[in-house]
C-alpha cells in the first residue's frame, strides 16, 4: 500500500516477521520514515484477505494518500486520532475512534488521511476475488454486499458496534498475534474475522447508551505503560503525563480494555515471560528476575495463575513438540 504524501512516493522499508510463517500465510512490518511523517505497520496476508494494523506520528498536520493496487471491501476500525479519512468516491469521513467500525467499498483505489498528530488504525482487507469465496462460504452474512460490490457503486456501511470497546481492541490484538495457534491459524483468523463481521454486519442490536472513555489518552497511557513495564509510572504520575485525572484514568482506562491499569501491568508482563520461557534459553529465574520476581516460586505461582500452566511445564511442552 504505497504512501504519497503531496505527490513525493514516501519510502518504506520492510522486514518480515520474527515467527515464522506458516505456508499459505505473509507476515511482515513495513517502516517509513520522512521529516514530516512516521508510520510502523504490522501485515498479515492470507487466503487472500490481509491484515493490517498501523500507526502513523507527524510533527504537524498533513495529508497522506494511499494507493491499493485494485479496488477492494475494507473493514475500516480507527483506534485513535480523530483523523479525517476520506476515500474516494465515499461520502463524508469515516469513523476514527472505537467502538465504531466502518465497511468500506469504492471503485477507487485512493484515500486520503488527515493526520494531526498521532494516528492508529487497524483494516481488514478484502481484495474482490477473497470476498466472492467468503461469500459463498458464508451467503447469509455476505452474499448480500457482495451484490452491493458487483453492481459497482461505492458504499460505506458504519455502526457503532454492540461489542464494548476492550472486546473490539481484544478481537484486533488477538488477529494480530495469531501466530500462537500454529498450523489452526488460518482456522483461528477467519472466526476472528467473522465475529467482527457478524457485529457489523449482522442484525441491528439495541445499544445502551454511550458513554465514550477518552480512547486518545488511553491508548497513550497503555504506550507509557509498555515502554516502562520494569518500573511502571504510578496511577498520580501516569495520570498527569496524560492530561487527565486519576479517576478518569482509572475509568476510562478500565472501560477501554477491560481491566485495571494493574491487572494490566501484570498481565503484559507475564505475556514477556511466556515469550521467553518459549523463544529464549534463559532460566526460569532470569525470566521471573526480568519482570520484576526476585523469588522463582512467587514467579511459578503468578504465571500459573496468569497463564494457566506452570513455566516448567510450558517450556516442557514446547521440548516434546520440537522433539
Keep these: 500500500m504505497p504512501l504519497l504524501l503531496g505527490d513525493t512516493q514516501l519510502e518504506s522499508f520492510v522486514t518480515l516477521a520474527p515467527v515464522p510463517s506458516q505456508e499459505q500465510i505473509r507476515e511482515f512490518r513495513v517502516d517509513t520514515v520522512h521529516p514530516l511523517f512516521r508510520g510502523e505497520a504490522h501485515v498479515v496476508e492470507l487466503e487472500g484477505i490481509s491484515l493490517f494494523r498501523a500507526r502513523y506520528q507527524v510533527p504537524r498536520p498533513v495529508i497522506v494518500y494511499c494507493e491499493q493496487e485494485s479496488p477492494q471491501l475494507f473493514v475500516h476500525v480507527g483506534l485513535r486520532g480523530h483523523t479525517v479519512t476520506r ?170 480494555f477491560g481491566r485495571s491499569i494493574r491487572a494490566f501491568v501484570l498481565a503484559q508482563r507475564h505475556e514477556i515471560a511466556r515469550t521467553l520461557l518459549l523463544d529464549t534459553r534463559l532460566s526460569i529465574k532470569e525470566i521471573g528476575a526480568r519482570i520484576g520476581y526476585s523469588d522463582v516460586a512467587h514467579f511459578s505461582i503468578a504465571f500459573k495463575r496468569h497463564q494457566g500452566v506452570s513455566p516448567s511445564v510450558l517450556r516442557g511442552h514446547q521440548r516434546q513438540e520440537r522433539d
Excluded: C
Design 87 to 256: 476515500t474516494d468516491g465515499v461520502a463524508g469521513p469515516l469513523s476514527d475512534e472505537p467502538p465504531a467500525v466502518d465497511v468500506v467499498y469504492t471503485p477507487a483505489t485512493r484515500t486520503g488521511l488527515a493526520i494531526r498528530r498521532d494516528y492508529e488504525v487497524f483494516l481488514v482487507n478484502f481484495p474482490i476475488a477473497a470476498l466472492r469465496r467468503w461469500a459463498r462460504r458464508y451467503p447469509e452474512l455476505l452474499e448480500n454486499v457482495a451484490d452491493r460490490v458487483e453492481r459497482g457503486a461505492a458504499f460505506v456501511l458504519s455502526r457503532r458496534t454492540a461489542l464494548p470497546t476492550p472486546t473490539l481492541l481484544a478481537i484486533i490484538d488477538a488477529l494480530m498475534n495469531s501466530h500462537r495457534h500454529g498450523p489452526l491459524r488460518e482456522l483461528y483468523v477467519e472466526a476472528k474475522v467473522l465475529e467482527l463481521l457478524i457485529h457489523q454486519l449482522g442484525p441491528v442490536p439495541e445499544l445502551p447508551p454511550a458513554t465514550a472513555p477518552d480512547v486518545d489518552r488511553m491508548m497513550d497511557a497503555r504506550d507509557r505503560l509498555l515502554a516502562q513495564l520494569q518500573t511502571p509510572p504510578t496511577i498520580d504520575e501516569l495520570a498527569h503525563v496524560v492530561g487527565t485525572n486519576t479517576f478518569r484514568l482509572k475509568r476510562d482506562f478500565k472501560a477501554v
